[in-house]
Nanobody, 123 residues
Framework: QVQLVESGGGLVQAGGSLRLSCVVS????????TAWFRQFPGKQREFVAG????????LYGDSAKGRFTISRDNVKKAAYLDMNDLRPEDTAVYYC????????????????WGQGTQVTVSS
């Protein structure tokens, strides 16, 4: 059974940085795309960033461009989201998800999800 475990969330002041990690277990291959989404209370999940399985292509949502960087390490079967210049409006639960298809912004394109990690940015 494939499992995704996110970590790295927490409380940070505005302007600070965090690195989220997503480790994949229970899957022997690495040819899956990975994306990060976030969810605000009462809202649908919002695409943050995605990366294909080779790491050669990345995709960013408007809120992430210029501040966040997605990367992956196929040896460790992990993906990362480096978040800089965090703002109070970035406060949300962040989820990682994987797909065997093309990385897209639609959460319906992903079959496996982690449990989420809370990111809170204070002003």
């Amino acid at each position: 059974q494939v499992q995704l475990v996110e970590s790295g969330g927490g409380l940070v002041q505005a302007g600070g940085s965090l690195r989220l990690s997503c480790v994949v277990s229970g899957q022997t291959s690495v040819n899956w795309g990975t994306a990060w989404f976030r969810q605000f209370p009462g809202k649908q999940r919002e695409f943050v960033a995605g990366i294909n399985w080779t790491g050669s292509k990345t995709l960013y949502g408007d809120s992430a461009k210029g501040r966040f960087t997605i990367s992956r390490d196929n040896v460790k079967k992990a993906a990362y989201l480096d978040m800089n210049d965090l703002r109070p409006e970035d406060t949300a639960v962040y989820y990682c998800a994987t797909t065997i298809l093309v990385v897209v912004e639609d959460p319906l394109g992903y079959g496996t999800w982690g449990q989420g990690t809370q990111v809170t940015v204070s002003s």
